[in-house]
């Protein structure tokens, strides 16, 4: 783990994905995406149903990425995304499913 240098033009959103979104392949599409889009963070099932992902990397893959969230794989549903900046000085250096 790296600390972020301030300088640096990242974001870092918190986001939540409600819907069809497990068991429908979500998660490995996202990690595919994100790569693509060489963000950092992670990507996970939460107990309730819905998934939850970190994203970090400049705005436009960020922006590109919530914007991709909003639909998913082909198998998905998604009913809502709610997202939040967060304050970190982690960096993550690639995007992985926990």
């Keep these: 783990m790296k600390s972020?240098?301030?300088?640096?033009?990242v974001e870092t959103?918190?986001?939540?994905?409600?819907?069809?979104?497990?068991?429908?392949?979500?998660r490995a599409a996202a990690v595919r995406q994100a790569h693509?889009?060489?963000?950092?963070?992670?990507?996970?099932?939460?107990?309730?149903?819905?998934?939850?992902?970190?994203?970090q990397g400049p705005h436009g893959a960020v922006d590109r990425m919530?914007?991709?969230?909003?639909q998913g794989p082909p198998a998905a549903r998604v009913t809502g995304v709610q997202h939040e900046?967060?304050?970190t000085e982690r960096h993550y250096d690639r995007f992985?499913?926990?």
């Design 66 to 70: 919530l914007s991709w969230l909003l």
């Design 4 to 9: 972020l240098n301030p300088a640096d033009s």
């Design 36 to 55: 693509g889009l060489k963000l950092g963070g992670w990507v996970r099932n939460l107990p309730d149903g819905r998934v939850e992902a970190l994203l």
């Design 96 to 98: 992985e499913q926990i």
């Design 13 to 26: 959103l918190s986001v939540f994905i409600q819907g069809k979104v497990q068991g429908v392949g979500f």
């Design 85 to 87: 900046e967060v304050r």
